[in-house]
């Protein structure tokens, strides 16, 4: 056989029951080339197990994939490699961030990395995954070669880059259940890591900044309000006049704000913040290769090597710096930037290795998830168009194995439609993002209390003009709503945390298509303006301007009003009504949802009973998962988890402790048990336990 005008050697390989390879090699020198890695799947190699019946052809080139649950027919041009495929009549999702939304059908893709991927003002940066996801029935991942995508025919196909045909190494999933579909990712391309707990905190973060005393105030300030916070962050000199460092790359700190940085630090971090700083990578440079592990050829340029890149951030690093904000890098190829991401994972724990490192990246590739990286949507403008888009990119990135992802909320670069109005919706939403950090341009109006000032903020060269109206700079009302978001996103950490140690077993993301869990259901398949958090609560922004209320698609099933407790039955729209500080979230019957006391940081010991709500309807379950949420000690047994279940008819709700997993101090948690007006405070001391609440 001949491809692309090579002699080819096909192989047909099983990798699990539900998984196959499908790899075309050129022949040279009589030996089948084989595929070179990229450093996406976690292993080259698989047992080989399969329950797939495949039916080849060579003329024309084509696989059948066969099981019980359904059947795909894949296609190969033998002129120019190209890979067709059926998309099933139904959405085809994945395929990783920005790019046309929601469902990938009726466009094409050229697949471009960066800020130059597609249409950056209204969707944001592209990091491109060629994870394809049928939701007919199958997935595919297409291992190698890169190229472009083509969904505006009845069939799908994969165009790849001229001169780069051969070889084909394709990966096909043939499961009608979702949550086996991710799983299959993640065995191909890694399981994500689980990040520190203040991670999923609130994160403010910072442009210009105008002296020492500033910085240190604006961190009491939200001390002294109660506004809960975990992280600072601050941007670098030279995309802004005045930041953390002399100039975009370097490691000096600016001595005009930053004096005495480890004694601000120290500040800080007695004041409990955590401190990131804003890191650009050199333009241009297209090759990043080897790891922190290796040693510096000096006739490299630092940056392409890790080993010596990283010597470069030690001295900051040593100032008490908890984590990083990798900027730039748009230039790096597919491997290069999964081996920066790997950088900051590793090296972090090369001088900190008990804790876990922290790293938010504008670039990335598949795999990036075994790094733990967060990932955000880059530069995009405030914009209601944009709002919108966020929602339905957050969701496809959940699906192509990015779990821990957000973007900037307010928008990066104003427009005239910044308003409170717009930064209070995009707050909510953020709120339901696994990275809740607020950040733009006239970074004062990012504040929680920013919109009360009286003033936009202090007017900075270089900077964006807002054009809003002066009565914008004194909404009072923008203030309390962000802190009932922030109040709300902590007394739901141990629900998210759960859901996050969850992503980390089974690659199923905290935000979740509704796909994942209603397959069967056409009409929430299709939805891409709303999502699941974790498994029970469904999230449904609000994106319009002037909002009075929210269509919105609840699934099959009893649903609950998170905040009136209202009944609907699902499979059907409804019309929620809205004022400015609603954000329709519902609740499934079955549900059992874990709230924690009110904290101004995910560390503090605050006195107050864990609080359960079961929500009656139907039977559920949940597993609270508990660690110090700082070390990797969680994976030598040293977690606590415990094991919810409830049951329906007798109106009980048991309790005991998860396989594997101890009591952790304090040894009795005190509990309170909501099932609809039923509620009883009890002790759990790590003996099974069982409460009727009629």
């Known amino acids: 056989m001949r491809v692309a005008g090579q002699p080819v050697e096909v192989r047909i390989v099983p990798v ?32 080989k197990s399969g329950h797939t019946d495949v039916q080849f052809t060579p003329d024309p080139l084509a696989f059948k994939l066969m099981k019980k649950v359904g059947e795909v027919t894949i296609r190969v041009d033998k ?10 009549g139904a959405p085809v999702l994945g395929m990783g961030e920005g790019g046309p939304q929601f469902d990938r059908r009726g466009h094409t893709d050229r697949m471009f990395s960066g800020s130059s991927g597609y249409n950056l003002r209204t969707f944001g940066s592209r990091v491109p995954i060629p994870w394809v996801i049928a939701t007919a029935g199958w997935a595919m991942y297409f291992h190698q070669p890169f190229g ?55 994160q403010q973060s910072h442009r210009t900044l105008t002296s020492r005393e500033e910085i240190l105030n604006e961190a009491k300030t939200f001390r002294e309000k109660k506004l809960p916070c975990d992280t600072l962050i601050y941007l670098g000199t030279g995309f802004c006049p005045s930041g953390w460092n002399t100039n975009n790359g370097e490691f000096t700190f600016n001595q005009k704000v930053m004096p005495d940085p480890k004694a601000m630090f120290d500040q800080l971090h007695q004041d409990h913040f955590k401190v990131v700083l804003h890191v650009a990578y050199p333009t241009g440079i297209r090759e990043m290769s080897g790891t ?149 341009r006239v970074w004062t109006l990012r504040l929680p209390w920013g919109w009360n000032q009286g003033v936009p903020g202090p007017p900075v060269a270089n900077e964006t003009p807002l054009r809003a109206s002066e009565s914008e700079y004194h909404n009072a009302a923008v203030e309390p709503i962000c802190r009932k978001y922030l109040e709300l996103r902590y007394r739901l950490m141990p629900y998210l945390y759960s859901a996050a140690r969850e992503c980390t077993l089974t690659g199923l993301p905290p935000m979740r298509a509704l796909w994942l869990h209603y397959a069967d259901d056409a009409l929430a398949v299709a939805r891409g303006d709303e999502y699941l958090w974790g498994r029970d609560i469904l999230v449904a922004p609000v994106v319009e301007k002037g909002a009075s209320s929210r269509r919105l698609y609840l699934p099959r099933g009893v649903w609950y009003d998170f905040w009136t407790a209202e009944r609907h039955e699902g499979g059907t729209e409804i019309e929620k009504k809205v004022d400015l500080e609603t954000l329709p979230l519902f609740v499934r019957a079955g549900a059992i949802v874990p709230m924690g006391p009110v904290k101004q940081y995910t560390g503090e010991a605050v006195d107050g009973p864990l609080e359960i709500s079961v929500y009656p309807g139907a039977d559920g379950g949940f597993l609270l998962y508990e660690g110090d949420g700082a070390s990797f000690r969680y994976r030598s047994a040293e977690w606590m988890g415990i094991r919810m279940a409830w049951n329906d008819a007798r109106r009980t709700l048991s309790l005991r402790l998860a396989r594997a997993s101890k009591m952790l101090p304090p040894a009795r948690r005190n509990i309170l048990m909501k099932a609809g007006t039923a509620a009883k405070e009890v002790v759990f001391d790590g003996r099974p336990l069982e409460v009727s609440l009629r």
């Open 16 to 47: 699990s029951p539900f998984t196959v390879r499908l790899s075309v090699l050129p022949i040279r020198e009589g030996r089948a080339v084989p595929v070179v890695g990229d450093g996406t799947l976690v292993r080259e190699n698989w047992p």
């Open 79 to 88: 002129e120019t490699g190209a890979v067709s495929f059926p998309t099933g």
């Open 148 to 202: 472009r995508f083509d969904f505006t025919g009845d069939d799908g196909k994969f165009l790849p880059n001229a001169g780069a045909e051969l070889p084909l190494d394709l990966f096909v999933v043939l499961a009608n259940d979702p949550p086996t579909v991710m799983a299959e990712y993640a065995r191909l391309t890694g399981l994500a890591e689980l990040p520190a707990l203040w991670t999923f905190g609130y």
């Open 292 to 440: 922190v592990r290796d040693g510096c050829d000096v006739r490299r340029r630092a940056e392409t090597q890790p080993a010596c890149y990283w010597q470069m951030h030690r001295p900051v690093l040593e100032t008490g710096v908890d984590g990083w904000w990798p900027d730039e890098g748009d230039a790096l190829n597919l491997p290069s930037r999964l081996v920066r991401n790997r950088m900051y994972w590793e090296a972090s724990q090369t001088d900190r290795p008990y804790e876990r490192p922290f790293a938010l990246h504008r670039n990335g590739a598949a795999g990036m998830q075994r790094y733990g990286a967060f990932l955000w949507s880059g530069d995009v403008s405030s914009l209601w168009e944009t709002l919108r888009n966020q929602v339905s990119i957050g969701v496809n990135c959940g699906l192509s194995g990015i779990p821990y992802w957000g973007t900037d909320i307010g928008g990066f670069v104003p427009t005239a439609e910044l308003t409170g109005e717009l930064y209070v919706r995009w707050f909510q939403f953020g709120a339901f993002c696994t990275l809740f950090r607020s950040h733009g």
